[in-house]
Each structure stands twice: as C-alpha cells, then as structure tokens.
C-alpha cells in the first residue's frame, strides 16, 4: 500500500521561503515519479513540479519555474519543494502524488495521493 504523507506548511509572509517534505512509503523507488500539486480555494488542483525516481529529471510549471525546487532522497523515501520568494498566489493546499510518467502534468496520471499541506502567504 503505497502512502503519502506532506509536511511543512505553514503562514508565511511573501517573500519568506518554505520547503515541504512527502515521505513516500509502500512503493519501490526505482521507478515512476513523484510530483506537487497545489490546489488554492474555489480552484481545481494543478501542477507545480515532478521528479522521476532517480532525480535526473524535473518539470515545473511556469507560474513557479525559478523559485521552486522539487528534489527527492530516496535513502530517506522523501520528495522535497523547496519554495523560495512565495507571493499571496502561492497560497493553498499542496500534495504529493506518485504516478507512472515525469512528464505528466494531469492530476488523472498520478495514482496515490497524499493528504495535503496548508500554505498561506501573507501580504
């Protein structure tokens, strides 16, 4: 049984930096990836950022390219989003999710979810 579970959330004021942490545990980490999505209220669900299983390979949305960084440690069974520079358009709840393909940004291609981490930007 695969399981994810986010941590590291928290109220922060923009500009501040934050990195979130997903420990993946149940699947073996020599395939597939793990990506972020993030879903602010009234919105639905989108991609932030992916990582194949080795690390060599990453996608991020444009909305957060050059100041996020997702990165993994496999020996800890933990993806990472380093945030930096948040803005008030950051806010929102923030998943972890593992799925089959590094380059998918659909939220249908990713199977296992976890239950999500709450960042708010204070401007």
């Known amino acids: 049984q695969v399981q994810l579970v986010e941590s590291g959330g928290g109220l922060v004021q923009a500009g501040d930096s934050l990195r979130l942490s997903c420990a993946v545990s149940g699947r073996v980490l020599s395939t597939g990836a793990e990506a972020w999505f993030r879903q602010a209220p009234g919105k639905e669900r989108e991609f932030v950022a992916s990582?194949?299983?080795?690390?060599?390979?990453?996608y991020y949305s444009d909305s957060v390219k050059g100041r996020f960084t997702i990165s993994r440690d496999n020996a800890k069974k933990t993806v990472y989003l380093q945030m930096n520079n948040l803005n008030a358009a950051d806010t929102a709840v923030y998943y972890c999710?593992?799925?089959?393909?590094?380059?998918?940004?659909?939220?249908?291609?990713?199977?296992?979810w976890g239950q999500g981490t709450l960042v708010t930007v204070s401007s």
């Open positions: 999710a593992t799925g089959l393909r590094v380059s998918s940004k659909d939220v249908r291609d990713y199977v296992y």
């Open positions: 990582i194949n299983w080795s690390g060599s390979f990453t």
